[in-house]
């Protein structure tokens, strides 16, 4: 329970040094809002007068303090370019990006326990130094490569969809959801390389331990041996790297939709930075690192509790 404790304690201060890193870093990257709202030809008082309504003339501190709160109150704000709560951009956009994320999330769910199962089964040095190979190939390969090759060949080439012709899913969830096969298929290869290397490993280290050679000496198949008796603890590991890989699924989530145009946050984060809009730009560098830290806090208390002896230590 002290150890829980503790862990909630760190997560506590982990947030709040990221919200005061994320708020400081806008205040000090070159351009001013005012000059991106009124133009370079406004006058100094026209920009003196804008930055008194927004609070930019404030002290950083007394501004941080006062957006924090607001904050823990649900208000992140109101957008410079736009007029309107920040938070009312952002539920429009996290819908999408939350979509994508579970859909690449699910398809390397789908694809590395077989492929990882399949890897960790193989007895051929050749076969198995092949599948290794293709395995680190595409995990080497970043998602918006792979996502570039996907609109070219899948879009342009074979006709499959259109690229940049995204459909909203409040118009047709069906084809919302084809559209996003192609970015969520980009994101879930080299995720699932990674993880087929991982469970790769760990089922070749139980399939090499004392109860398997126990199992092997009381008869059954190799494949019994493998599913019933190596899977699961070789699973554990596993676990755990995919719960810590929804972090990264979200932040490549960001990445893809550019090239796909998916209109989800990444894209408003990178107009919001464009624009100096940086309340919207906070509020989601903020939403992204607290999903960060709590997925990967969530993760080592998963790990704990499906490793009994890390619970013993």
């Not at 133009?39 to 941080?64: C, H």
């Not at 951009?89 to 939350?98: A, E, H, I, V, W």
């Not at 996502?147 to 342009?156: D, N, S």
């Not at 074979?158 to 940049?164: A, N, T, V, Y």
Request: contains cysteine; charged residues 15%; proline residues 5%.
């Amino acid at each position: 329970m002290k150890q829980i404790l503790r862990k909630i304690a760190a997560l506590i201060i982990t947030l709040f040094l990221v919200s005061l890193l994320a708020f400081l870093a806008f205040q000090v990257i070159p351009g001013d809002p005012t000059t991106k709202l009124l133009g370079t030809e406004a006058t100094p008082e026209a920009r003196a007068a804008l930055r008194s309504q927004l609070g930019l003339d404030r002290p950083v501190l007394a501004r941080y303090f006062a957006w924090l709160a607001g904050v823990l109150r649900g208000d992140f704000g109101e957008s410079y370019s736009y007029h309107m709560p920040v938070w009312d951009m952002l539920s429009d956009k996290l819908p999408l990006t939350g979509l994508l994320t579970g859909l690449s999330f699910l398809f390397t769910l789908l694809l590395s326990i077989p492929l990882g199962v399949l890897a960790g089964s193989i007895r051929s040095r050749a076969l198995d130094n092949l599948f290794a190979a293709l395995d680190q190939v595409v995990m080497s390969v970043p998602p918006f490569f792979i996502g570039m090759l996907a609109c070219w060949l899948f879009g342009l080439v074979l006709r499959l969809f259109s690229p940049g012709a995204f459909v909203s899913y409040e118009d047709s969830w069906t084809g919302c959801l084809a559209y996003l096969v192609f970015p969520a298929l980009s994101i879930a290869l080299p995720r699932t390389a990674m993880t087929v290397k991982l469970l790769r490993g760990a089922i070749r280290q139980e399939m090499e331990q004392d109860y398997i050679r126990t199992a092997r000496s009381r008869g059954g198949s190799r494949a019994r041996q493998l599913l019933w008796h190596a899977l699961p603890n070789a699973l554990i590991p596993v676990i755990t790297f995919m719960a810590v890989s929804l972090a990264e699924i979200m932040t490549a989530s960001i990445i893809i939709e550019q090239v796909f145009t998916v209109p989800g946050i990444g894209r408003l984060l990178l107009a919001s930075i464009s624009n100096r809009d940086f309340p919207v730009a906070q509020a989601i560098v903020v939403l992204l690192a607290a999903w960060i830290v709590l997925v990967n806090f969530a993760a080592d208390l998963l790990y704990q509790l499906a490793d009994p002896r890390i619970r013993l230590r």
